[in-house]
């Protein structure tokens, strides 16, 4: 047994891994005495775009606001309905709902985890005006067939990209875009964990239509454009200058840190290869991998699994151990348990192991090794 726990994610060790970059942005911002706008947010925003390819880029002050300020600038009407998988975090749901939208949920894919394109083309109705998909755990969802129902329907799209900032999504055209790039809004995290990570919170939202990229810097900034002249209701959500200081930071060495992450997801897909009633995560081959999360699915036993790995001072995690139609804030008669079969089998099978770019080659032979181990005992 190593002698650290194996944890999900060590921000102590991202932190202590570049201290002296980071110490350095923190003292600066704060000699400047810039705590909201200034040079770092500039910075930021220009070495974001850059890194994305995004045509504009507004920060906010987290990724649930992100997506709450996408679609209030669609200006969309009480009861219109968005199409979102019924298997992703709550905020996805939760802006739907705060805005008096109406959540369409449909099922995923059980191989990629993402929304169904099938089940999402028949959930569409008169009153549908936003597919919502969400690049679940760092994979692109498949937006190739979502951008043609979006063009048929004349719909819009919202990326939840929040756990797939990096990853790219090649079309068929040959042409290549980055996750939040490619709807008619993108949306991402800076919370601390997601890949991209501020030290607090932040996000930030992809639009490449100029007039529509001014309603949102509107909308994130109390509805107006001009200082003290209102033209709509808005609200106020922005990156503060400490976090887009951390976060320059942070971008620099994101390549890396993917880089990181994808050589420790070969290593598992090598490791954890041909073990009956385990998969590893598929691979669209569309879409890179950015691996927010390393996805097994157990199809029994997963949650033995999941204490055996803890007595041997392994984290793991359940995302998400609820599908959405099944919290209490979103039941509805709509959508009774039953509804949507893949997400709520996903629920009882998944388990994301540690794959964070600071676990060492050993460490991550030590949890095949253990995952091994326990199924080895299964079987015996
Ligand atoms: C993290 C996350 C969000 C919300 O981001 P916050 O910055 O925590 O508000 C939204 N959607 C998904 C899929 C996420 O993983």
Do not use: W
């Amino acid at each position: 047994m190593p002698k650290n726990k194996i944890n999900s994610i060590d921000l102590a060790a991202v932190y202590k891994q570049h201290q002296s970059e980071f110490d350095a942005a923190i003292a600066s911002t704060l000699n400047s005495a810039d705590f909201i706008g200034g040079k770092a947010l500039a910075e930021f925003n220009a070495a974001l775009t850059e890194f994305t390819g995004s045509q504009n880029i507004i920060t906010c002050g987290n990724g649930t606001d992100a997506l709450q300020i996408a679609l209030m600038a669609l200006n969309l009407q009480a009861g219109d309905e968005i199409i979102l998988p019924a298997f992703t975090y709550t905020a996805t749901a939760e802006v739907i709902a705060l805005l008096n939208l109406k959540a369409i949920y449909v099922d995923v894919c059980l191989d990629t985890f993402n929304i169904d394109v099938k089940a999402a083309e028949a959930a569409i109705s008169p009153n549908t005006k936003v597919l919502m998909p969400v690049h679940l755990f760092g994979q692109c969802a498949n937006m190739e067939a979502l951008l043609a129902l979006a063009k048929k329907h004349h719909l819009y799209i919202i990326e939840d990209a929040a756990q797939a900032i990096g990853a790219q999504y090649n079309f068929n055209s040959g042409e290549t875009f980055q996750a939040g790039c490619m709807g008619t809004v993108g949306c991402t995290s800076f919370f601390p964990t997601k890949n991209l990570g501020a030290f607090g919170d932040g996000g930030a939202i992809f639009c490449q239509d100029e007039k529509l990229a001014s309603e949102l810097k509107m909308i994130a900034n109390h509805g107006q454009k001009e200082k003290y002249v209102h033209e709509r209701i808005g609200i106020n959500s922005r990156l503060d200058t400490m976090q887009a200081a951390i976060l320059n930071v942070q971008l620099k060495h994101l390549p890396a840190v993917i880089a990181r992450k994808q050589a420790i997801a070969a290593r598992y897909d090598a490791g954890l290869a041909n073990i009956t009633g385990l998969s590893v995560p598929a691979r669209d081959v569309k879409s890179t991998h950015v691996f927010h999360q390393y996805t097994l699915r157990i199809n029994k036993h997963r949650n033995e699994l999941k204490k055996y790995l803890a007595d041997a001072g392994i984290d793991s995690m359940v995302y998400y151990p609820r599908p959405i139609h099944l919290q209490k804030a979103y039941q509805s008669l709509e959508f009774p348990i039953g509804t949507f079969p893949i997400a709520e089998q996903l629920c009882e099978e998944v388990l994301s192991i540690p794959i964070h770019a600071t676990l060492t080659d050993a460490e991550v032979d030590y949890v095949i090794e253990k995952i091994k181990d326990f199924f080895a005992g299964i079987v015996a």
